[in-house]
């Protein structure tokens, strides 16, 4: 890696706060929000199912290992409980809350109406990991946007 584009990594993540990470992280499984229907096809073929809805997250692909929604006509969700459907940096449904923090630092906890969380937030992106856990263990991961 050339020194100027290791620089430029260690200035970006130090400049990032607790519970922030880069955009491009903020993906699952390689599909990422703002991805289009037909490169969702391209890269994990036909789901096993459609779903159509008449909210924000309008129309939902489901995979065995994860479910991919969209918002007119581009990714705006992604969730997972399958250990085979990953962040980059390969945080999977499964894996400890010790190799989620090494990975991508300490997070945000939030309590919600649903439960409690550790989020990490898309730098310069309205969307963000929503991860509950359960016995130390990420139960699952869900990318959430802002509509």
Known sequence: MPIFQLISLILSST????????????SIG?????????????KLGEPSSKLE???FLNLHYKYPNMTV?????????????SSSACTPKQLCP???LDK???????????????GRFYEYYGYELYC???IPVNDNKVD??????QP
């Open 69 to 81: 929604s969209f918002s007119e006509g581009v990714v705006a969700g992604l969730f997972t409980d």
């Open 100 to 114: 989620m923090r090494s990975l991508y630092g300490e997070p945000l906890v939030t309590n919600r109406e649903t």
């Open 53 to 55: 809805a008449s909210d």
């Open 140 to 145: 699952s991961i869900t990318v959430a946007c």
């Open 128 to 130: 963000w990991f929503k």
């Open 30 to 42: 390689g599909i990422a929000i703002g991805d289009s229907s037909s490169q969702v096809l391209e």
């Open 15 to 26: 400049l990032l706060a607790q519970g922030d990470i880069p955009a491009s992280e903020v």
């Open 94 to 96: 499964g894996d400890s």
